[in-house]
């Protein structure tokens, strides 16, 4: 070995000593003991505390780097070894906390399971806390809350219609069934019978109820519904003033910010009525009012306090207390039995409860030990039959006379009226049962396919004294056939507009022929009724001063009579306007218009009350025999102006409209003296010959005096009868035309063989009607006769007058054939020439040609009628066209001459 290779350490010695020593100034030599602070600084060495022998200076380096790791982990507090160095050995209690908790949860103090259970302390604050807190939030809801504005669901009323005899004809037209009411009309024991049962503190609470609040949160809470427990104005707010109708905390708790709030700012009157008009009784009814009609047909001021208390008792659910029961929701639980058992014992609850509350006395309370008497409930066919027709009618005059009802179209579409008609339900029944007699035996669609389908009858009375629309027929049903035939339909009158053509003679006379135009229309005569005028076929028309009519293209005019005859003794052929009127005489009475004036004849009409909107052809001569078409109503109209001597009324079907701010429209009749009193009871008289002797004796009713006038057009496509007695005037009117809006260009249909007739005339299907209507409507009233006129006029072409014998026309037998179409509206005229003397021939004459003119409206039978109009334009209006009031409008109506 070298001697320069190092040995080991030797344990001891003053050489380990000195090296030890010196290593502390040197990084090569070892640290010293203690100072290392080494484990054996701490516990000393194993002989005398001296520490272990290194090997040499690396191994006291690495010792030394050991015991610098050690110092942080072993010596810490907390370490295994400074736990050791403490008083004792083991593991020892947590030391209490540095600083006392705000939430001493779990508890410190506690061991084992009663850390985690709460102290009273905690539970008492936090039960303060936290109704405090929601004292807070209600507090601060009910600042910010203010009083809804009421819903407009609850506010949606439709319209009440009713017959002139008060009676409820039907509740339609807004957007929900209801009509509001003040709290006066309805009655206290209503009042008190709904504050017994449902909030017997109503006046004294302040709007809620907590224990019902409760019970309702808790049914919630636990997946219930809400029950019991609200108050009334708890209810209203929910109806009236929350949208939200959902069984929720959140809306719970809204409505009672709410109706604290309603309870507090509102008055309990106002409140008790907003809940009385906006709940919901059951068959559709919201409101009082409503349910008062829906069940019992009465007015709610006139409910007994029986009736009182069901209606009380159905509040709780019209689905289990309407006696007439609800099995289509529930067939098992809502049978009308079952459903009467809980009604009545609900009922006689409330009548018990308000003898306990002092609200009833207990000897009224003994009479109502029964359900009350409730009517079956109305079906969704309110507005079938007639109904509808009157419903139309009446909404049509409330609105074109919005300036005198105040109401317009929106208006009353939102509801809320009250609106009482001129209708006399028994009338309108006669009048319906009496058509229906008529098709039935006479119309036979299966049997004539070709002449019987498409028949439609219209009809209308009005009292002469009034004005009242009293019955109208506007067709077979008003939710199948929706246009009203008792209004404009497009019909042509035909003769029975004669009678206005007479009247213009009397009130205003012919003009002088030997006068200039100027003098001749401020000096005429007045003409009699025995004045004679042609009575002749094919007659030649003539101006006032004698020259031939032409039209613009130079054309004459002949006039054709029904049957093709002519009356009186030839050659002459004339005939007393009287006699005239009696056959409907065409020829006399487009002679007479040309005389007195077509300008003339069209004031008379609408002085009557026709209107001036439906006439047409006003400038040709044929304009005086019908070729108008105003409707049923203004036509009963105007010969009620006869009836009445005169005085002219206009049409109305509204007598009064109310709501719950009172009454808002009372009609007011306005009279107008249109004729002299001897000039329309001449008129009358003449039309009692027509009835008693002439074309209308189908109308005669035994023991009545009866006036009136038979109608057919051109074509056989409209045949009239207007009629009246003192007391009542009614018009008819059928027509053929298709009820089928898929069928283009529809027009009037001919009436030849239809009901197994050759032709239909005024004088059969219309008369007969008229006759069964009147029979009936008029059988409790007195007989009442027509004034006695005085003479009129002068006789003008007087000279003896033979009977009103017809003659055969010198070139036709006396059954004429059958035109192909009708009169209708007249524009300018567009002739044909033909063989025989057509419609519209002008320049046809007897002298050139002998033929057969088949022109005018009466041909065939014994009416007289409109002769025929140029240009073919059959249109039916597309609707009712009202106009200025009932009965009102109507267009201008095209029919074609044949070729």
Not at 656 to 666: A, E, P, R, V, Y
Request: glycine fraction near 12%.
């Amino acid at each position: 070995m070298s001697e320069h290779r190092r040995k080991p350490p030797q344990g001891g010695g003053r050489a380990a000593a000195r090296r030890g020593q010196s290593g502390s100034s040197s990084g090569r030599r070892a640290a010293p003991r203690g100072a290392t602070g080494s484990p054996s600084d701490s516990y000393g060495g194993s002989r005398g505390g001296e520490g272990p022998m290194y090997g040499g200076r690396a191994e006291a380096r690495r010792a030394a780097q050991r015991g610098g790791r050690r110092r942080a982990s072993d010596t810490g507090p907390g370490s295994r070894r400074a736990g050791a160095a403490g008083p004792g050995r083991g593991r020892g209690r947590a030391a209490p906390p540095s600083r006392k908790r705000f939430i001493d949860y779990p508890r410190h103090d506690k061991y084992g399971w009663r850390r985690w259970v709460p102290s009273w302390r905690l539970v008492s604050g936090l039960f303060i806390a936290f109704f405090g807190g929601l004292i807070a939030v209600a507090g601060i809801g009910y600042a910010m809350v203010g009083t809804p504005e009421v819903a407009k669901t609850a506010t949606a009323q439709n319209n009440v219609y009713y017959w002139a005899d008060g009676e409820q004809m039907v509740a339609t037209g807004g957007e929900r069934n209801r009509q509001i009411v003040s709290l006066a009309q309805i009655p206290e024991e209503m009042q008190k019978a709904v504050i017994s049962q449902e909030n017997k503190t109503f006046y004294s609470d302040s709007g809620i109820d907590p224990k019902g609040i409760a019970r309702a949160v808790f049914n919630m809470a636990r997946g219930g519904e809400t029950q019991g427990g609200s108050t009334i104005t708890q209810q209203y707010v929910k109806n009236a003033m929350l949208e939200d109708q959902s069984q929720t905390l959140t809306r719970k708790f809204k409505e009672i910010l709410v109706s604290i709030k309603v309870g507090a700012t509102m008055d309990k009157d106002t409140i008790l009525e907003g809940y009385l008009n906006s709940a919901y009784y059951g068959r559709g009814a919201y409101g009082i009012e409503a349910a008062s009609r829906a069940y019992f047909n009465k007015r709610a001021v006139d409910l007994n306090p029986g009736q009182c208390a069901f209606l009380a008792a159905v509040l709780k659910g019209a689905t289990y207390y309407d006696p007439a029961g609800a099995t289509s929701i529930d067939p098992n639980g809502a049978t009308p039995e079952k459903n009467r058992k809980r009604a009545l014992l609900q009922m006689q609850d409330t009548l018990d409860k308000m003898v306990e509350y002092g609200h009833l006395d207990p000897e009224v309370r003994a009479k109502y030990t029964k359900l009350p008497k409730v009517q079956s409930p109305r079906s969704n066919t309110a507005l079938s039959g007639q109904i509808g027709y009157l419903v139309d009618l009446a909404k049509s005059y409330i609105v074109t006379h919005s300036e005198e009802t105040g109401i317009t179209a929106e208006d009353l579409q939102r509801g809320g009226y009250s609106i009482y008609t001129t209708f006399d339900k028994k009338k309108v029944k006669a009048l319906e049962d009496s058509v229906k007699k008529v098709y039935k035996e006479n119309i036979d669609e299966k049997k004539r396919p070709e002449t019987d389908t498409h028949v439609q009858f219209g009809g209308a009375s009005v009292n002469p004294e009034s004005g009242a629309i009293e019955a109208i027929y506007g067709g077979v049903d008003a939710t199948k056939h929706f246009t009203n035939n008792a209004d404009v339909t497009g019909a042509q009158v035909g003769s029975t507009f004669k009678p206005f053509v007479l009247a213009a003679a009397m009130k205003w006379g012919v003009r002088d022929p030997d006068l200039d135009p100027d003098q001749a229309q401020d000096e005429r005569t007045v003409v009699s009724p025995k004045s004679l005028y042609p009575g002749k076929n094919k007659l030649k028309i003539k101006n006032y001063d004698g020259s031939i009519w032409r039209n613009e293209k130079g054309e004459e005019w002949l006039q054709v009579n029904d049957g093709d005859v002519s009356y009186g003794r030839p050659p002459e052929y004339k005939i007393d306007l009287r006699n005239a009127m009696r056959e409907s005489v065409n020829s006399s009475f487009v002679q007479l218009g040309m005389d007195v004036g077509l300008d003339k004849v069209k004031e008379a009409a609408v002085d009557a009350g026709v209107l001036e909107s439906s006439l047409a052809g006003t400038d040709y001569p044929s304009f005086s025999i019908g070729t108008s078409s105003p409707s049923a109503i203004r036509m009963a109209g105007a010969y009620a102006t006869f009836a009445a001597s005169g005085e002219q009324r206009e049409p109305f079907s509204v007598k009064k409209i109310t709501s719950k701010d009172g009454t808002l429209f009372t009609h007011k009749t306005v009279t107008k003296q249109a004729f002299e009193e001897n000039v329309a009871n001449n008129v009358t008289d003449v039309l009692k010959t027509v009835v008693e002797k002439g074309t209308g004796t189908n109308a005669r009713l035994p023991g009545r005096e009866v006036a009136g006038k038979t109608g057919t057009t051109d074509g056989n496509k409209s045949a009239w009868f207007v009629g009246y007695t003192p007391q009542l005037s009614t018009a008819i009117s059928m027509f053929r035309y298709p009820d089928d809006e898929s069928i283009k260009n529809r027009t009037f249909l001919e009436m030849f063989g239809t009901g197994g007739q050759k032709k239909i005339h005024g004088a059969s299907f219309p008369s007969e009607i008229w006759a069964d209507y009147m029979g009936d409507a008029l059988k409790n009233e007195p007989v009442e006769r027509f004034p006695t006129p005085e003479p009129i006029g002068e006789v003008i072409n007087d000279e003896p007058s033979p009977s009103p014998t017809p003659t055969q026309s010198e070139s036709e037998e006396p059954t004429p054939t059958a035109p192909a179409s009708p009169t209708q509206s007249i524009p300018e005229p567009t002739p044909t020439q033909t063989e025989t003397c057509r419609p519209f021939d002008f320049r046809c004459n007897e002298e050139e040609i002998g033929g057969n003119d088949q022109g005018g409206a009466d041909n065939g039978g014994t009416d007289g009628g409109a002769s025929a109009s140029p240009d073919p334009t059959d249109t039916f209006p597309g609707g009712n066209n009202r106009g200025n009031g009932n009965g009102g409008g109507g267009g201008l109506f095209g029919g074609r001459t044949d070729d």
